[in-house]
Structures are given as C-alpha cells and as structure tokens.
C-alpha cells in the first residue's frame, strides 16, 4: 500500500528487505529536493533576498520539525551534520575527551568503537564494554558495576543493534547512567524511523540521527544536544557561519546551533529531510511501528521453521532487522544466491565486527524490513532462501 509513495518499487521488482543500511525515499522528499534546485537554490543564513530568504525558512523548518518528532524543548538543541557517524565523531573529538572512561555496549557499530580508538582508548584503558547476555541481551548488573568503578564516565550506546535488532532499554540505561554522575550519548540510526522517540522522557543527553535510515537523503543527520550542555559543548569545526564576531586576535562563536554548522551545509538534504519527516508524521510514527511489528512477527514465525537455522535472539527484545546464519553454509553464499533472485538484504559483520568476533562467526544474513514491505516481500524472501539452502546443500 505505501510502495506507491517510493519511486525505486516502480523502477524494479526487488524484494528490498536491507532497509537497516538505508532507506527508501519517498517522492515527496526527492520532489523537495529537486523544487530547491530548481526554484530556491540559494545559500542559507547569508545573503538577504528572497530565494536566500527561502531557502533559509526551509533549512530552520527541516530543524522545527526534527525538534516536534524527537519532542526536544528548543529547536537550537538539533545541530545538523552528516549523520551517525559525524554526530558521534564531534562529541568523540570535543566534549568527550573530558572524560576519563567512555562505556559502550557489546552491540556497536564501528562508528560507536572507532572513534574511541581514535583517542587512544582501548578496552580497559579508557574503553569499558559492557557484557552481553543469552539472547543478546544488555547486562544491567555488568554495567553498574562499570559505573561504580568509574563514575563521571560517558556512556555512548545504540538504542537498537544495527547487526541483530535488539532494543536497549534506554530510559533504564540513561536513569542509571545519571545516577554515576555520567552523560548519555544515543545511536538512533535503527530506531528514529521504526519508534516514537521522546528525548526528554528517555533523558538523553546527546541523541545522534541519521536522514538516510529515515526515509531522508543521504549525506544528512543531526545531534540532539541535552539544554544544560550547549555551552559547555565546544565547537567541532569553525569556520563561515559560525562567528559572530572576529579579528586577527580572537574569534566570538554565534550561539547553538550556527556555532555548530560550520561551512556551507547539505541545504538540498536537510531541506529534502522535513519531507521525510513530514510524511512520517502524516501516516503516524505509531502506526508505522504497528505495521512493522506484524511484518517482523511474521517474517521471525517463518524463519524459526527453517530447519538448519540459527537464531540469535529472539522477537521479543528485537525489532526490524532480524539476523540469522544456516549451519554449514556460508553467510554470504546465501546473500548472492538471494541477489540472483533479486531479494536484497545484507550478509556480512554489518559492520559489527567485536560482536560477530565474540559469537564466534564472520558475519549473519540480515533481513531488515521497513512499513512499505508486505507479507509477500517476506513469503517471497522465504521462498529465495530455501532454494538457496538447497542449492547450497547439494
Ligand atoms: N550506527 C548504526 C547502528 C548504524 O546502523 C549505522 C549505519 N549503518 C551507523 C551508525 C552509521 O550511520 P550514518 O550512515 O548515518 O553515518
């Protein structure tokens, strides 16, 4: 029924099921892009006519919009950049460095491991990782104990596992984060599009997102930044459109969020982002997650009957994206075979490698789904998996 909204599903009968690498865009949102090209293609904050004026409005909207959906207080708490991983880099390389020891969990992207390597953290020398439990669940015990023996920390931790789907309570994570006089940094890239995300009730005090995973365009993201810290956060990079004031002597930054915009910004993607958002809200971000609930309930009902499969964590703790592996055949095997039949999904360490390293495995085949899939994408990914079990085995 929403297929109808993307262009890509009018161009091609793939069965798209890797919508955790990216996600599809809507027509609105490349109609946006293309009307500020056409029509406003001007720079923002700067010149004072009337297309800069425009393009302006539409570039602080897109801002608005991404407050209302995350329920920020202030519009100047949402800086944009180019997503996850520049969100995470810039506290990684400013405020982060204040902190003795960076806690994350056993579930992170290499874009929440890297960039504390970068700084010349490893594990138990500036880097805590929390265990993981059966099921691939987070170990509360193991954390608390890491907060004891390091309070004043910065726990920087994904709301759901890109690799495997599994959702971290973050509301108990934060509330325990705090209670060690610690900060709380969130990776939204699997959750922003699938959840309604309330930062205040989680009590977050840095949420980082990504417009690519939210029906949005590439190149573009955003932080969430907690009020109380906007002062103390210093700037990442400066430059053009982040100065209020300068001489040869000193330079005085313009107040968040322009202090944190340096340069010429993606205006076509941030601009094109409110329509993602927009469309979101227009369907409803609840009904979305209603939609996925069933399709991830389904798609799990028809894996488990697989036989040879192997599971790694079960429906209840997961959402959206579900990996799996088939004793004896290669993870990647299996994704070419599906590739052949035009089903699209991942095979691979989803760029998860600790993880995939600790359970022992190279990688998983992931199928990930998004609301505009169906219960027939799901029959026909099942269908392509065990005809490539099949060939596989023979
Ligand atoms: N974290 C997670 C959990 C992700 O899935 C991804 C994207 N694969 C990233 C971070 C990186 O996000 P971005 O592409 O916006 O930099």
Known sequence: MYKKDFPFFKNTNTVYLDNAATTQKPNVVIDKIVEYYTHFCANTHRSNFGDANKATKEFE????????FINAKDAKQIIFTKGITESLNLIASTYAKKFKTVIISSLEHHSNITPWHMQGRTLNDGLEVVNIKDNLEFDFEHFEELLKVNPNSLVSVTHVSNAFGTKHDIKKIAKLTHKYNSYIMIDAAQSLAHFKVDVQDLDVDFYAMSGHKTYGPTGVGALYIKEELLKELPVYQTGGATINDVNYERSIMLDSPYKFEAGTQNIAGVIGFSQ????????????VFEIEDELYKYLNSKLEKIPGIILYNNVSNSIASKSFNIENINCEDIGILLDKMHIAVRAGHHCAQPIMKKLNIDGTIRASIAFYNTKDDIDKFIKGLKKAITMLKD
């Open 61 to 68: 909207n897109t801002r608005n919009i991404l407050k209302d």
């Open 276 to 287: 993602a958002l927009n469309y979101l809200n227009n369907i409803g971000i609840e009904k």
